[in-house]
């Protein structure tokens, strides 16, 4: 089964900075967009940032001027630069993917398994 492998995740002080990387395990075809996802505990999962196939970006406005995601379309390769962070970003991040692979008709969502970020002194 196709996944999405995530690293990067840590223990980090407020303030300090992390930077998510997550690639898929194998070749999922043409990527139409991808980002990352986290959820708290005891929260549902919500939208941190999202990257199109043309660069379009999109943030969740708690990050906004914090966070930068990019990609590496050559390498299917997305990544979440996170500057300046609070313990409110303490969360289990999930790195997501749409792609169609060659010769199909549909798209598919594809998930990494998750990796922590704590933010704590």
């Known amino acids: 089964q196709v996944q999405l492998v995530e690293s990067g995740g840590g223990l980090v002080q407020p303030g300090g900075s992390l930077r998510l990387s997550c690639a898929p395990s194998e070749d999922i075809g043409y990527i139409v967009s991808m980002g990352w996802y986290r959820q708290a505990p005891g929260k549902q999962r919500e939208l941190v940032a999202i990257?199109?196939?043309?660069?379009?970006?999109n943030y969740a406005d708690s990050v906004k001027g914090r966070f930068t995601i990019s990609r590496d379309n050559a390498k299917g390769r997305v990544y979440l630069q996170m500057n300046s962070l609070k313990p409110e970003d303490t969360a289990v991040y999930y790195c997501?993917?749409?792609?169609?692979?060659?010769?199909?008709?549909?798209?598919?969502?594809?998930w990494g398994q998750g990796t922590q970020v704590t933010v704590s002194s």
């Open positions: 997501s993917a749409r792609a169609r692979r060659a010769g199909g008709l549909y798209y598919q969502n594809y």
């Open positions: 990257i199109s196939d043309s660069s379009t970006t």
